[in-house]
């Protein structure tokens, strides 16, 4: 692993899209003048970083419809009108699901696989050479994790018309991946981060249960896969100076969640299988559980508390943060932890059930409850 800054106020990637731009995307407007417009809002938001003292700069993930679709967009062999069927529970409505059973139906943000898959440009070739010029500090890039793609595009019926299994699959998808990020990792980019929220269904009985009907795989090789998949990512990425991190999420589909559970059931492998600077972890409400989990997490890496929600606009209270952060150095010491938001505020373009003024505030609580904390 590399030397690493330890970023003491981090955050996850995505910022909610401003309606103008969400106007453009669904309008007739001319590619150039799209292009443009994220390039003028870009601007603005990298500003906005760095007046809020953070310490890591993203352009938001504005030139995606999605957190995956740098590589859907890139990679041919998706068919986007076509979904896995899966359900997603409302984390905003806690109250009404004591009294329903009742889930909330969301679309698939990502399509089936449905021929060989060919990379058609670079993953994030539409976004690297603006923030190169413009980032005002250490540039993050964010990607999906290969592990992704298995769980949610593969779809018997089709996808094994080209790949026999699910496995098979993730093996192309890691080949893709591990080529751009080397790339990528020799490109100047400070911080890369790999969004994996399919390590949640080895937290979740329902998931796990769904993988073995639905999928049709061991949970227990498909997490020895997933491992291995992600290693082989951060093996390409390796290289002095750059900071590897993994982000593991519940769900955040426009304020949505699917999964729920500790880290107790895959923290000893996955904390010290994966050859990360940083884990990015959720902690923002029960459905993450306890802290103890920590403790199986190696000297030589960094916890990211994800204790503010990007899902709500209530803002947290800065004290309540503090006391949770000293009840996490129970378990790891506080100068391997660091803050974020549990999750980016627009994994979909559509945005979580907020406004911009909670975004940045929120933003800002982590950076002065951070620079509190760690000085």
Same mark, same amino acid.
């Given at each position: ?7 003491? +106020?981090?955050? *996850? ?7 103008? !731009? ?17 390039? @003028? ?6 500003? @906005?970083? &760095? ?20 590589? $859907?967009? /890139? ?19 806690? =109250? ?8 909330? /139906?969301?679309?698939?943000? $990502? ?20 923030? @190169? ?6 540039? &993050? ?5 290969? $592990? ?19 496995? /098979?699959? !993730? ?20 911080? !890369? ?22 999928? %049709? *795989? ?5 997490? $020895?896969?997933?491992?291995? +998949?992600?290693? +082989?990512?951060?093996? =390409?990425? =390796? ?10 999420? %519940? ?10 559970? #500790? ?33 199986? *997490?190696?000297?030589?890496?960094? *916890?990211?508390?994800? !204790?503010?929600?990007? &899902? ?17 150095? @129970? ?25 911009? /003024? ?8 982590? =950076? ?6 760690? #000085?």
């Amino acid at each position: 692993m590399t030397a690493q800054n330890q970023y003491r +106020a981090d955050h *996850v990637g995505s910022f909610l899209r401003p309606a103008e !731009l969400l106007d453009a995307r669904t309008s007739n407007i001319a590619p150039e003048e799209l292009h443009a417009l994220e390039d @003028k809002h870009i601007l603005r938001i990298l500003e @906005k970083q &760095k007046d809020l003292g953070l310490e890591v700069f993203t352009d938001g993930e504005l030139r995606r419809s999605n957190f995956m679709s740098d590589f $859907t967009d /890139a990679v041919e062999g998706f068919d986007l009108g076509d979904a896995v069927p899966r359900h997603w529970d409302d984390a905003a409505k806690q =109250a009404a699901r004591e009294q329903s059973t009742q889930t909330k /139906a969301v679309s698939s943000i $990502t399509g089936i696989v449905n021929a060989r898959l060919q990379q058609r440009f670079p993953l994030t070739g539409r976004e690297l050479p603006f923030l @190169k010029q413009h980032s005002p500090g250490p540039i &993050k890039m964010t990607l999906p994790s290969a $592990t992704q793609f298995p769980a949610i595009s593969f779809k018997y019926g089709v996808t094994d018309a080209v790949y026999p299994d699910p496995y /098979a699959l !993730l093996t192309d998808i890691t080949d893709i991946m591990t080529a751009d990020l080397r790339t990528l990792a020799g490109s100047g980019v400070a911080y !890369l981060q790999i969004d994996a929220p399919r390590y949640s269904y080895f937290l979740d009985p329902k998931w796990c249960q769904w993988m073995e009907t639905e999928l %049709r *795989v061991d949970t227990s090789a498909m997490l $020895t896969a997933s491992l291995a +998949a992600d290693n +082989a990512c951060f093996a =390409a990425a =390796a290289q002095p100076g750059v900071t590897l991190a993994i982000h593991l999420c %519940r769900g955040n589909n426009r304020s949505h969640w699917y999964a729920q559970g #500790g880290y107790d059931a895959i923290a000893e492998r996955l904390f010290n299988e994966l050859a990360v600077d940083r884990f990015l972890l959720e902690y923002d409400d029960e459905r993450s559980g306890s802290f103890e989990p920590l403790r199986f *997490v190696p000297a030589n890496k960094t *916890v990211v508390l994800g !204790l503010v929600s990007s &899902k709500i606009p209530q803002l947290e209270n800065k004290q309540d943060l503090i006391r949770r952060i000293q009840e996490a150095a @129970k378990y790891i010491p506080l100068e391997r932890l660091a803050l974020s938001p549990q999750c980016g505020f627009a994994s979909t373009m559509e945005g979580n059930a907020l406004t911009e /003024a909670d975004q940045w505030a929120k933003l800002q609580l982590v =950076a002065e409850t951070a620079r509190e904390v760690w #000085g």
